[in-house]
């Protein structure tokens, strides 16, 4: 059984980081996509950032390139999105999601997302 556990999310003030983690465990597939999307206040979720082991320099938003980084840890089938100089518009609820045998285009773009993690909330206040 696959699961996505995200962690990371918390209160943080404009311009200040934080670092999301989803830990996958139970993969049986040879190539997958997974990626980051947020769901602000009122609003619909929204991809943010995705890599597929079909490699390819990973997908960002427009809002958030330059300021967020997706990684991978493989040895820990971890993937982390770190986000600097945060704004108040990044507050959301950020959920880590898995399209099997996706590329990053089919998972952010597509919506191809087969297992969804519960998400981590994370607020951008003064």
């Known amino acids: 059984e696959v699961q996505l556990v995200e962690s990371g999310g918390g209160l943080v003030q404009p311009g200040g980081s934080l670092r999301l983690s989803c830990a996958a465990s139970g993969f049986t597939f040879v190539h997958w996509a997974i990626g980051w999307f947020r769901q602000a206040p009122g609003k619909e979720r929204k991809a943010v950032s995705c890599?597929?082991?079909?490699?390819?320099?990973?997908f960002y938003d427009h809002a958030v390139n330059g300021p967020f980084t997706i990684s991978s840890d493989n040895t820990k089938s971890t993937v982390y999105l770190q986000m600097d100089s945060l704004k108040p518009e990044d507050t959301a609820v950020y959920y880590c999601?898995?399209?099997?045998?996706?590329?990053?285009?089919?998972?952010?773009?597509?919506?191809?997302?087969?297992?969804w993690g519960e998400g981590t909330k994370v607020t951008v206040s003064s």
């Open positions: 999601a898995v399209g099997v045998s996706a590329r990053w285009s089919d998972l952010c773009i597509g919506g191809g997302a087969d297992y």
């Open positions: 890599i597929s082991t079909y490699g390819g320099d990973p």
